[in-house]
Every structure is written in structure tokens, then in C-alpha cells.
């Protein structure tokens, strides 16, 4: 009898449904009915012997009875804290309903009849409180009329979901467009305890009432997963809805990933919105917080990525399958395209980025829009990155501006025939504003310094200034309303190994304040001191040229133009210039002959001009958390100040009880405190080093006043005190910070260090960057190397004379726009820790290592030149990216270097792995735009060899320039150069 009512039971389920709510609107027509569903409103149009049944609406699935009656009254819409508190719950409480009538029922046989009564009797009792789950889990089709739906038996569990909300359409709802949800507010879910993070197949949560408010077309989230092979989809209305989102999940290998799409069409109004869980192969992932946007992100502020695997033109069919795929888009060939159909820029878009990787050669990508043949507004170089996993960003900016819908294509184009070119994923479209535009709001301003009190000015040099609209002659020779800078110097001392190579020289400098697009004038006037060069100036050149407008010498004096903060170096009457000074004879001689230009008569008296921008948020003595530190006292260790300012004045750190000066101690250093800063204006001089303990954050050592090291010996053996406590290398260097967070130096000036300069080592982690800005270091003994820099670190704008190596690179974020100067011995730019230290790199650091903007502006030999300017001089491959990828250098790319000393200088490249070195060895380095016009000291020739087993790899030479000539295959066959073991190079 069971088996017999369960035939029946699905019989009128095909043409009845067990739920009921009344129409709320109907008009009669000659045969049809048309009615509007009371929950989303939709028209239908059903024939008049459909009166008195029960059916279900096809969009939304709301249940209602076909009866004539009165509209319903209006519903009570929610408020936005009775939305809120009704998401706290994971299940919904049913509505009440009323009993319904029986239907009449078209039948052929009493039994029949007497079952429907049967049947629908025991509903209608069981309908009294609420609509039980076991009859929810049903549902009424009619698709021959348009209206309702049914579910496969498969999903019936899944459907045990309490009714629809109702909601007022005039009010706001809880969660909207352009705002990030958190995945764990969800207010239904198919499983009881169920979160997002931790999800299986076929299983789904709700989010009822979003308000997509005038459209929303694309979702952003994020995703972690195990293995490859899922699905999940989103839905609008109901879990039988709309498909807006069928996303494609690939492994993670458990990590957090952002990752976004863009819906299948624009969805607006209020609606519910279900994440439904599928094909995960009893494997557990999650999804995270998520956002529908507005807009497709094109120049979006939010700076959304397109994901270039969902690309929806192509020339060629590509391969996306596999954990390994990350998403990405795979096996491109040379000359394939592909891209997006009405591709939305916004209103401007001037830049590209595109994330790729490869364990190849890399290519090129252009960008074009319109057609796949049509305008190229961008190209991409995609390089090396070492494995297929290991994605770089790569970035360009477009030929001009691009607004509103175009299609966009990128043509890939090969570089060395390489397998598989490339992989690519998340494509950004953006506006980037020029640099330049920084402090406009000092356009127009000028501020000089006072003299220090009780500190000699220069007696080689004196500086004169005024801005050019304030001259009170257009003729600058005849201006008399000068201000006077203050004319620092420091000069090479006694007692240091490179005192018998370059004693006598000194070096004289200026700081001043300079706001953008502000045209001054500096004169530069000779003193003529005693035993040194004497007379009127009769020639001077200004270096890097770019930096000034005009330099010119008018009766013996010089006047230089320039317009903008920037650092100049000037070399007067040719000291430099038209000398091979220090050494005149070639390697190994040695004595007078050798170092004829070693005294202060002969010797090389140098200049620069410091024009450094304003710095924000100088403190004054008497505000608040400012303490004064008076000349001739010493500076507190610790207090509640907040900031420690140096008055006007020479500071010393070495004195003892009495306050007399006695030699350097370890002990005498200023350890800085976390969260504090330190300040020395410009018209303030400290003896002294400064230095972090343990781990740094928060601190800021800025101004443009000088931190000596005269008053330090160096550790050598110059000095007995020193042999006695054997005091560490690390505690000479001038100014130094270790595992940094935060931190900050700025425009101080570093004159005569014992050791080393300046510092910065930062985490690791790129959520607090250190900087070091404007800072600049002038030295003149052994071990007198200018800077290092590491971690999460910046170094921009700063001025380098080096005696020793210019700068330790290890794994900085940047450095750009730095000025180097060498005269005796070291390389420019050491790589040897570039690759190594035995760490993993955090998977949150740049993608590349960009030292781009440098001048070299004399870089001599005095050993010989067996060190370059760019040199590895031991190899380290101990480094490992976060997804185990080998450091091999692929991150390196050196851009815009020029080498502009007129005189034979030390060889550019001394890079050379042992002969028996295995892999790993230096790839997919990248050199761009390297000028080196001048011949190589007495000869010697650049060196970049790899090893039989381990050859450099995938190196870029992208217009190279060696001795005047162009680098290419030849070249680096000839023996121009001393190059072994290359492989799939590239030139261009």
C-alpha cells in the first residue's frame, strides 16, 4: 500500500506543489491568466484551468496558490539592525501558514482520489505550525507553463532550506556593493556548523539581502585549497538561481590566495547570493572574505587584477589543467594572442602590470588594443624567474592614455624558442601619477642654514646663493644680495693606510633646502689657502649633467644653475678630470713617481652641492616631547622624550667626567631607542657613531646637519686603545640599524668614518619598509665602505665617496638614484650577498631587485683592477624563494648606470664563478641602458664567465655599452672582454 501512495505522491508532485501562498495580483484575459509573483514580481501568463493550484515562481522559486483574493497587505520592512541580528543565526525560523483547501483534481479512478485526499490531508495537518523539512526538500515543476522547478534526488538534503527572506527593497541591506564581506557572517548553510574555511563537496552558505544597488559585475576573493580538480559557483535568488560565477579552483598548496573574476552578467537590486561547494574529491578548501565590485577594474582605484586564464579571445588553444597551473595561463607559443572583449579602462590608464613566470628565456608582450594586429601601447619584457612557479611582476607604461571600453590583446613574442615561453596570470590596468609631483607645495622656496658655532668653515671654497627671481642683477656676476651657505669640509688625515695615496685632498660641501621648479643660482668662489691651489677658477664641470641647467665660469668664479633638489659634484680646474689621480703610473709601481699627486698642493680639492628637499615635520625646541641637547653635553640614553634634538652647535660623545675630550670608546655610541627620533639640523656637527641594539623599529634619524667620525680611530691598529679591548668591527661603522622595521634615515651627511657608513638591514617582510634618503657619506681611509643595505629596504637619492667598496646589495626592495665616487680601491655595487645568507626570501617581497638611476662618477684603481664596479667577489647560492625556487640572481636588474669619468677607470663588470663551480650559477640577470664610454685602467679587460657546469643563463643585454662599444654575441666573443660559459643571451 506504502509502495502504491508513493507512486501517487510523485505523480501529483508533477502537477502540484505542497507549499502555498496567495497570489498577490491577477488579471483575467479571454482564456489566460497573467499573474505577478509576490516575492520578485515576475510576470506570467497561465491558463484560467490552472485557478486554485498551488505552483512555484521559475526565478526566485517562491511557492504561492492560484486563488482570487485581495492584494496582501504590505510587509514590514527590516530594519538595518534587525538584518543584522538575523544573520546571527544559521538557521531561519519558517513562517507560519494557513490550511489550504483541497484542489480539485482531474482523475480517472476512486483510488486514485481517495490517495490525493489521503496525502494531502496529512500535509495540511502537518502545514498547521510550519512547513516541515521533509516537504521543503520537494519542489513543483511546471516547465511546459514557465513556472517552477524541480532538483535531482542527489541534492534533496541540500534544499533543507528555510524560506525566503522577505525584505523591503526601499532600505539599504546589511551588505553592499564595493564592501568587503567577512565569509564567516554568513546566515545559512547546508551543513550544521559548517564554516567557509573548512568546506567539502556540495556543500553551500547564503547571504541573504545584498544590495548590489545599480549593478555589480565583478567578484574578488580569497581562496585556499590543498589539491586542484574543484569548483565552486555562486548564485543569485535561490540554490537552483542564476549562475553568475563558475570558478575553476586550483591548488594553493594550503595558502591564502587573492583571486577574482568577473560575473556572468551585471546583477542589481537586492538579492540573495549562495556559494555552492562542488568537485573537491572529499578534499577540504576554503573561501575567505570577498567583495562584488562595481565595475570591472580597468583603472579602478582598487587596482584589481584580471586573472589572463579566463581570457575570452585567443588565437591558439591553451592548457590549463593541473595543481601547478596556480591559476595561470600556459603553454603560449611564439606569435599566439589572446585577450579580453571590451576591456574597461576607466577614465585614464597609463600603466601595465602582469604577473608571468618561467623557467626559460621569458619573451615579450604586446599590448594592443582594438585588433589583434592593431595599436601596440605597451611591451613587457618577461625574463627569467627560474621555475614556472615563481611568478615576478613585470610592468610597463603605456604609449598614452587609454578610457572607456576597448578590447585588449597581447601578442606573445619568443625570444629564444624556448618550450614553454611563459606563464601568465592577473593582469592590472592603473594610473600611476609622476614622482615629480612631490612637494609642489615647496614649489617657489629656498632655505639656507646659518654657520655652525665654533665650527671653521672650508678654507679652500666659499658657496653663495639666491633664487633667480630674486636677483638684484640679471647679470649674476653683478648680483650682490647673496645668502651664504655654510661650507663644510673634511680632509684626508694622518695615520690610515690610504694616507700616503691621497693625503692632502680634501673635500668641500654645502647643504640647503630646495623646493621643486625653483630656479637657483650657486656661485662658487676659491679662497686660495696656503699650500693649495690659488687663483681664479679657469674651467669646472658639473656632474651628472642632467641635475643642473648651465655650469659656466665668469671671472674666476663659477655659477651653477639648476632648478630642482639634486646632488652635484664639481671638479675645478680639471683635478680629476684631466688626471689619472691618485696613481700616474701603471700597477704594481709604487712610490713618488707612482702617487706624484699626493699632497695638498698637487691634490685633488673637491665639491658638491647638496640641494636636498624640505623636510616634513622638523621639530623645534619647546615642543612638545622635544628634548634639547646643548653643545659640550652629553645626550640622554633614555627619557619620555619623543624626540631628541641636536642644537646648533658641535657635539661631542667621546669626553669624559669633566667634559674633556679623550679618545673613542666602544660605550661612547648612541644607541637609539624603538619609536623615538633624533635630529641634527643643518647647522649642528656630532662627533660620533650611532647605532640600534636588537631589533629596530620606529626610528628616524634625520636632517641635514653631519655626523663625524674624525674623532674615531680606525680598528687596524691605528690605535693602542683599540689593539687593548678589541673592540668589533661593528661597532665603527657611522650610523647602522639591524632587523629594521619603520625606519628611517634622512639627509644627515657622514664625513671621515673610521669604518664603514651607514646601514640598513631590514626583516624581511615588506609590511613596514625602512628608507635611507638623502643621506651622504664622504671618506677617505681603509674599510671605508660607503653603505650596505638589505631586507625590506629603500635607498633613494643618496652621494657615495667611497675608498672601499661603494655598497653591500643584498635583498633591498630598491635602489635608485644614487651618486658613487671612488678614488682608491673596492667595487661600486659588491653582489656577494645578493644570493646568499642562507634565509628563505618572504613570498611578500618586490619581485625584483632594481638598482636603476646610478651614476658613477669617477671609479679609479689603485691595486690594479682586478675588482669592477658591478663585482661578485665570492659566490654564495644559498637563498631559496618562498616556494623553493633557487636564487640565482634572476631577480637582479641593473637599468639607466652611466659611468662618466673622462679618465681610464677600473673594468665595470668582475663577474666570474671557479672553474669547477656548480650549478647553481648567475641567471636571468638583466642589464639595461649600461654606459661606459672610457677606456679600462692600463688595460685590463671586464670579466663575466660562468663554469663549464654552471654558465650564466638567460642574461639580458639590453644596450650595453663597454669601452665605447656596443656588447653583443661578437663582442663577448672577442677579446675585447674576458667572457666564458654563456648561454641563451639576449641582446638588444
Same mark, same amino acid.
Given at each position: ?204 552558505v547564503s547571504f541573504s539581502d545584498f544590495d548590489f544597488g545599480e549593478g555589480a559585475c565583478f567578484l574578488e576573493f580569497q581562496m585556499n585549497s590543498f589539491l586542484a580538480d574543484a569548483t565552486f559557483e555562486v548564485r543569485v535568488d535561490s540554490l537552483k538561481g542564476q549562475t553568475v560565477v563558475k570558478y575553476d579552483i586550483h591548488g594553493t598548496n594550503k595558502q591564502w590566495r587573492r583571486n577574482s573574476c568577473e560575473l556572468s552578467e551585471t546583477i542589481k537590486g537586492v538579492r540573495d547570493v549562495y556559494f555552492i561547494f ?164 615647496? $614649489? +617657489?622656496?629656498?632655505? &639656507?642654514?646659518?654657520?655652525? /658655532?665654533? %665650527?671653521? =668653515? ?96 665668469? $671671472? +674666476?668664479?663659477?655659477? &651653477?644653475?639648476?632648478?630642482? /633638489?639634486? %646632488?652635484? =659634484? ?101 644607541? &637609539? ?282 642574461w639580458v643585454f639590453d644596450n650595453v655599452v663597454l669601452e665605447g662599444k656596443k656588447v653583443d654575441q661578437a663582442y663577448l666573443d672577442s677579446d675585447a672582454i674576458n667572457a666564458m660559459h654563456f648561454k641563451d643571451t639576449i641582446f638588444r
Amino acid at each position: 500500500m506504502s509502495t502504491i501512495i508513493d507512486c501517487i505522491r510523485t505523480c501529483l508532485l508533477q502537477y502540484n506543489h505542497l507549499l502555498f501562498w496567495k497570489v498577490s495580483h491577477w488579471m483575467k484575459g479571454q482564456n489566460n491568466l497573467t499573474i505577478l509573483c509576490p516575492q520578485c514580481s515576475k510576470q506570467y501568463s497561465i491558463s484560467e484551468e490552472l485557478l486554485g493550484r498551488r505552483v512555484s515562481c521559475k526565478v526566485c522559486e517562491f511557492s504561492f496558490k492560484l486563488e482570487q483574493s485581495k492584494p496582501p497587505k504590505k510587509k514590514k520592512s527590516r530594519t538595518p539592525t534587525q538584518n543584522r541580528s538575523r544573520r546571527t543565526a544559521t538557521k531561519r525560523t519558517p513562517r507560519n501558514k494557513s490550511k489550504s483547501s483541497l484542489p480539485l483534481v482531474m482523475a480517472s479512478g476512486f483510488v486514485i482520489i481517495a490517495a490525493m485526499v489521503f496525502l494531502l490531508l496529512s500535509n495540511s495537518s502537518q502545514e498547521k505550525e510550519s512547513i516541515s523539512p521533509e516537504v521543503t526538500s520537494e519542489a513543483f515543476s511546471n516547465e511546459q507553463k514557465g513556472l517552477g522547478r524541480e532538483l535531482p534526488a542527489d541534492e534533496a538534503e541540500a534544499v533543507k532550506l528555510p524560506p525566503q527572506p522577505s525584505f523591503d527593497p526601499e532600505k539599504s541591506a546589511f551588505f553592499k556593493v564595493d564592501q568587503w564581506v567577512p565569509a564567516d557572517t554568513y546566515d545559512s548553510t547546508s551543513r550544521e556548523g559548517v564554516v567557509v574555511s573548512r568546506t567539502k563537496y556540495d556543500y553551500w552558505v547564503s547571504f541573504s539581502d545584498f544590495d548590489f544597488g545599480e549593478g555589480a559585475c565583478f567578484l574578488e576573493f580569497q581562496m585556499n585549497s590543498f589539491l586542484a580538480d574543484a569548483t565552486f559557483e555562486v548564485r543569485v535568488d535561490s540554490l537552483k538561481g542564476q549562475t553568475v560565477v563558475k570558478y575553476d579552483i586550483h591548488g594553493t598548496n594550503k595558502q591564502w590566495r587573492r583571486n577574482s573574476c568577473e560575473l556572468s552578467e551585471t546583477i542589481k537590486g537586492v538579492r540573495d547570493v549562495y556559494f555552492i561547494f562542488k568537485q573537491i574529491r572529499g578534499y577540504e578548501y576554503g573561501i575567505g572574505d570577498f567583495i562584488f565590485r562595481s565595475a570591472v577594474p580597468g583603472t579602478k582605484k582598487f587596482g584589481c587584477a584580471y586573472n589572463t586564464k579566463d581570457f575570452n579571445i585567443s588565437s591558439f588553444h591553451f592548457k590549463n589543467n593541473g595543481a601547478e597551473d596556480i591559476d595561470s595561463l600556459k603553454g603560449i607559443r611564439d606569435d599566439a594572442w589572446t585577450g579580453y572583449s571590451r576591456f574597461d579602462f576607466g577614465e585614464r590608464s597609463n600603466h601595465i602590470s602582469i604577473e608571468s613566470a618561467t623557467p626559460y628565456a621569458g619573451g615579450r608582450i604586446e599590448v594592443m588594443i582594438d585588433s589583434h594586429d592593431g595599436e601596440v601601447i605597451g611591451t613587457i619584457d618577461v625574463r627569467h624567474t627560474g621555475s614556472n612557479t615563481l611568478f615576478f611582476s613585470f610592468s610597463t607604461y603605456l604609449s598614452r592614455e587609454v578610457s572607456g571600453r576597448h578590447s585588449i590583446y597581447l601578442r606573445f613574442v619568443d625570444s629564444l624558442g624556448s618550450p614553454d615561453m611563459f606563464r601568465t596570470r592577473n593582469m592590472v590596468f592603473s594610473h600611476k601619477e609622476p614622482d615629480n609631483k612631490k612637494q609642489m607645495h615647496r $614649489k +617657489g622656496m629656498l632655505h &639656507v642654514y646659518d654657520s655652525v /658655532p665654533g %665650527l671653521a =668653515a672650508s678654507p679652500y671654497y666659499r658657496f653663495s646663493i639666491q633664487k633667480v627671481i630674486d636677483l638684484n642683477n640679471p647679470n649674476p656676476a653683478r648680483a650682490t644680495n647673496w645668502e651664504n651657505p655654510f661650507a663644510w669640509y673634511t680632509k684626508c688625515g694622518k695615520g690610515d693606510a690610504y694616507y700616503g695615496f691621497i693625503r692632502g685632498w680634501s673635500h668641500t660641501y654645502c647643504n640647503f633646502e630646495l623646493g621643486p621648479d625653483t630656479p637657483v643660482v650657486i656661485k662658487i668662489t676659491r679662497l686660495n689657502k696656503s699650500g693649495a691651489p690659488s687663483g681664479p677658477i679657469s674651467s669646472a664641470v658639473a656632474r651628472p649633467i642632467r641635475n643642473i641647467t648651465s655650469c659656466k665660469v665668469i $671671472k +674666476g668664479e663659477v655659477y &651653477v644653475t639648476m632648478d630642482r /633638489p639634486a %646632488l652635484i =659634484a664639481l671638479d675645478i680646474d680639471g683635478q680629476l678630470d684631466s688626471r689619472d689621480a691618485p696613481r700616474s703610473a701603471p700597477f704594481p709601481q709604487w712610490g713618488p713617481d707612482a702617487y706624484r699627486y699626493c699632497s695638498e698642493k698637487d691634490g685633488a680639492h673637491s665639491l658638491t652641492i647638496f640641494a636636498n628637499p624640505f623636510i616634513d615635520r622638523k621639530p623645534e625646541p619647546g615642543d612638545p616631547g622635544v628634548f634639547a641637547v646643548e653643545p659640550g653635553t652629553l645626550p640622554p640614553k633614555k627619557g619620555s622624550w619623543k624626540i631628541l634634538y641636536f642644537k646648533p652647535g658641535v657635539h661631542k660623545f667621546s669626553v669624559d667626567s669633566e667634559g674633556k675630550e679623550r679618545e673613542w670608546r666602544s660605550e661612547d655610541r648612541l644607541v &637609539v631607542e624603538n619609536n623615538k627620533q633624533y635630529y641634527i639640523p643643518g647647522d649642528a656637527i656630532v662627533y660620533g657613531n650611532i647605532t640600534g641594539k636588537g631589533s629596530s623599529e620606529s626610528i628616524r634619524i634625520f636632517g641635514h646637519g653631519t655626523l663625524c667620525g674624525t674623532k674615531i680611530p680606525h680598528f687596524y691598529g691605528w690605535s693602542e686603545a683599540l689593539k687593548k679591548t678589541k673592540v668589533p668591527h661593528s661597532d665603527l661603522k657611522m650610523m647602522q640599524m639591524g632587523d629594521a622595521r619603520n625606519c628611517v634615515f634622512e639627509g644627515i651627511t657622514i664625513a671621515d668614518p673610521a669604518e664603514h657608513g651607514f646601514f640598513m638591514n631590514g626583516t624581511g617582510r615588506n609590511y613596514k619598509p625602512n628608507y635611507i634618503r638623502w643621506i651622504k657619506s664622504i671618506t677617505w681611509r681603509c674599510n671605508n665602505d660607503g653603505a650596505g643595505i638589505g631586507g625590506n629596504s629603500y635607498m633613494e637619492d643618496c652621494f657615495i665617496r667611497h675608498q672601499d667598496d661603494g655598497l653591500y646589495v643584498t635583498t633591498p626592495n630598491a635602489v635608485r638614484r644614487v651618486i658613487f665616487w671612488s678614488d682608491v680601491n673596492g667595487c661600486t655595487l659588491r653582489l656577494s650577498f645578493a644570493t646568499g645568507g642562507n634565509r628563505r626570501l618572504w613570498n611578500d617581497q618586490p619581485d625584483h631587485l632594481l638598482i636603476e638611476d646610478i651614476d658613477i662618477l669617477y671609479s679609479r684603481a689603485l691595486f690594479g683592477s682586478h675588482e669592477g664596479m658591478i663585482a661578485c667577489i665570492d659566490y654564495n647560492f644559498t637563498q631559496r624563494y618562498h616556494d623553493g625556487t633557487p636564487n640565482t640572481g634572476q631577480h637582479l636588474v641593473f637599468r639607466n648606470i652611466r659611468v662618466s669619468d673622462p679618465r681610464p677607470q677600473r673594468i665595470l663588470f668582475a663577474l666570474a664563478t671557479p672553474k669547477d663551480h656548480e650549478k647553481p650559477s648567475l641567471r636571468g640577470v638583466v642589464l639595461q641602458n649600461l654606459i661606459s664610454e672610457a677606456s679600462n685602467t692600463w688595460g685590463s679587460k671586464s670579466h663575466l664567465s660562468g663554469s663549464e657546469k654552471a654558465p650564466f643563463q638567460y642574461w639580458v643585454f639590453d644596450n650595453v655599452v663597454l669601452e665605447g662599444k656596443k656588447v653583443d654575441q661578437a663582442y663577448l666573443d672577442s677579446d675585447a672582454i674576458n667572457a666564458m660559459h654563456f648561454k641563451d643571451t639576449i641582446f638588444r
